[in-house]
């Protein structure tokens, strides 16, 4: 899968547990639990997968 997709489906998913007040959510890309994060003093996300160690931070 092209990393680009990859980026694109996992904060995808990522928007999706944020819309609905979920900090875990199902990775997209391999099925195992994600979990995300907003800090406060610069409002960057950082999130990631455990079983896959996708991770994304800003």
Known sequence: ???????GEFLSAQ?????QGKHE???PLC???AKWVR????D??????????F???E
């Open 25 to 27: 959510f199902t990775c």
């Open 1 to 7: 899968m092209d990393a680009y997709k990859k980026i």
């Open 39 to 42: 800090y406060s003093p610069n």
């Open 15 to 19: 928007k999706e547990a944020e819309k």
């Open 31 to 33: 099925g195992g639990r």
């Open 44 to 53: 960057h996300l950082h999130v990631g997968c455990e079983k896959c160690e």
């Open 55 to 57: 991770y994304i931070m």
